[in-house]
């Protein structure tokens, strides 16, 4: 499979580990409250990229957005760790967002989003190995699809290279991608003070 994915494989390698920096994912994993402030600044990024991809239609596009969205596992794993619905909801939430206008700038943004499943399975195992975080205890985000990620990876890959043939959307594709990763280096390149959740929001 392939010649689309390498293209974006290839294209935003640099921003990938940019942004793996930019999120010191591992220094997150060491302490609960740590942790915690992660996950909060995922939703506030999740929340408004995952309503773009909502709205497109995806009819046709052999892959459906709505299968896909994690936003739910974020509020799951902040409940589990404390925070009410209504902190959840008043969060501080990305603004510099990649414009979505059509299936084929949400198929470059679902690349990003999916592609993040592949390394969040590091994340996961780590996750339990230090803070003992599973998946029905604060882990489900990082756990992702589970034993599902690789097949459901592949799923969006065939679903991609429907579009491999022709350049200009091709082109669009890798835009928004990129644009996408841009998005989450400028949110957690602000990331790296706190986000000022209330404290005493555990109910
Ligand atoms: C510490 C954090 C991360 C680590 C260690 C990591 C690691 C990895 C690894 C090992 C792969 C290859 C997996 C495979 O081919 O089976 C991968 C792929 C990928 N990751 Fe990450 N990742 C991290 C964070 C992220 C984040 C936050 C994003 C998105 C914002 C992301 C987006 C992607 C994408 C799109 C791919 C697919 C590349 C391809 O086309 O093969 N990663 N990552």
């Known amino acids: 499979m ?7 494989r ?16 591992d220094d ?27 709205r497109i239609d995806w009819q046709g596009a052999a892959i459906d957005f709505r299968e896909r969205a994690k936003l739910g596992w974020l ?21 510099a967002l990649p414009r979505v206008t059509d299936r084929l700038d949400a198929m470059g943004m679902l690349y990003v989003m999916e592609g993040a499943s592949l ?6 195992r780590r996750l339990t190995a230090d803070l003992g975080v599973t998946a029905d205890q604060g882990g489900r985000f990082f756990s992702s699809y589970g034993r599902q990620v690789g097949p459901r990876w592949r799923d969006y890959l065939l679903a991609l290279e429907r579009f491999a ?16 990763f ?5 949110w957690f390149a602000i990331g790296s003070r706190p986000i000022g959740i209330v404290s005493g929001a555990r109910s």
């Open 75 to 95: 509020e799951a794993d902040l409940m589990v760790l404390g925070m009410n619905a209504g902190t959840i909801a008043g969060l501080p939430r990305a603004a």
């Open 119 to 124: 390394g969040g399975q590091i994340i996961s």
């Open 28 to 54: 997150h994993c060491r302490e609960p409250e740590s942790y915690r402030q992660l996950l909060a600044r995922l939703w506030g990024l999740y929340e408004p990229l995952e309503a773009a991809l909502a």
């Open 182 to 186: 841009e998005s989450f280096l400028s």
């Open 2 to 8: 392939g010649v689309l994915r390498f293209r974006l």
């Open 165 to 180: 043939d022709d350049q200009a959307a091709s082109a669009r594709i890798e835009a928004c991608a990129l644009a996408t």
């Open 10 to 25: 290839d294209a935003t390698a640099s921003a990938h580990r940019r942004v793996e920096t930019a999120m010191a994912l």
